[in-house]
């Protein structure tokens, strides 16, 4: 695997991951819309390992020459998060849902040897049991977790001997990235309780699986240099612990200081995730390295050094509001 498309390369997980891959030897090519800034990669040393294919992954043609002389796909392109896809539901089916089929079938045409897919662990919905596993039924609750399990039905046709199809169901990802979001759970919090001084929690009960993002990035490469006959067809999923999101809370007062205060409120969303990420332990022997705490200290870090400035408001933190003026269609 020495050349690697990565779609969505220049989102949250792409700005770490593709510089990651360069480190490691890779030539990278990414395939994004670039709409949250084309300045995520202007810390990569060798650029002459980086292409940047800027366009719509809805657009077949460029899909498809996008795919020539590549060795792996990443696939990461997609409209994250449920309010965000909420916005324009048909935008958020046709590049989650109706762009993968041609996407894979580029792939596995062009003659790339393997196909890793992001999905989520929200495709579980909603389980009473303690720890959710990869064999456990799918209830996903909205159209985007809807899209990733039928994505995932998707990609399981095209398993092969000569092409090696793996899916990751991922908890929330959570820390520092020079394509930052600030609105996922770990994240949110942190940004208020180092610029506010308030957390304020909606219900608190609710399990939050998370995961580093380096620990994301960890897992990506992990999935390119295993061998083929240990991940060919497999499901994983990919977490830390499963914390509520008051004891979440908690961990970030204890990062940032005792002068953040923690207002709890009712909510309405008393969704509430836990999954296991025993099987890949086991299978592979990756486990999550990296804390919740270590997150928040990231971000800290990022705070104090001036790289997230006006964070409270800037819409490229924001994927709802950065959609919003971007008028994707």
Not at 160 to 172: K, L, N
């Amino acid at each position: 695997m020495q050349k690697v498309l990565v779609t969505g390369g220049a989102g949250y997980v792409g700005a770490r991951l593709v510089p990651r891959l360069i480190e490691n030897g890779y030539y990278v090519r990414v395939l994004d819309l670039m709409i949250y800034g084309e300045d995520v990669f202007d810390g990569v040393k060798d650029k002459n390992k980086l292409e940047i294919v800027k366009g719509d992954i809805r657009n077949k043609e460029l899909v498809t020459k996008s795919c020539v002389g590549i060795d792996a796909v990443i696939h990461l392109a997609c409209i994250s998060n449920d309010p965000s896809f909420e916005l324009n539901p048909s935008l958020g089916r046709e590049i989650n849902l109706d762009a993968f089929r041609p996407l894979v079938e580029a792939a596995k045409s062009a003659g790339a040897k393997r196909f890793i897919y992001a999905s989520s662990s929200s495709v579980y919905g909603i389980k009473e049991k303690a720890n959710v596993v990869e064999t456990d039924s799918l209830e996903p609750l909205t159209d985007y977790s809807r899209f990733k399990a039928d994505c995932e039905t998707i990609l399981a046709e095209y398993q092969s001997s000569d092409f090696t199809t793996v899916t990751i169901r991922p908890a929330t990802v959570c820390g520092y990235s020079p394509r930052q979001r600030l609105d996922v759970i770990v994240n949110i919090l942190t940004n208020h309780a180092y610029n506010k001084k308030v957390i304020k929690v909606l219900g608190g009960g609710q399990l939050r699986p998370n995961l580093h993002i380096e620990d994301m990035v960890d897992l990506y490469l992990l999935m390119l240099r295993e061998a083929k006959e240990k991940i060919a067809g497999k499901i994983y999923n990919a977490g830390y612990h499963n914390h509520s999101v008051t004891d979440i809370a908690k961990m970030v007062k204890n990062v940032i200081g005792d002068d953040v205060k923690i207002e709890t409120a009712a909510t309405d969303d008393n969704r509430s995730y836990h999954i296991s990420s025993e099987k890949i332990a086991k299978e592979l022997g990756f486990k999550a390295k990296r804390s919740i705490e270590d997150a928040v200290k990231d971000l800290r870090t990022a705070f104090e050094q001036g790289k997230l400035p006006n964070s409270m408001e800037d819409k490229r933190y924001f994927n709802i509001k950065t959609m919003l003026e971007s008028n994707l269609k």
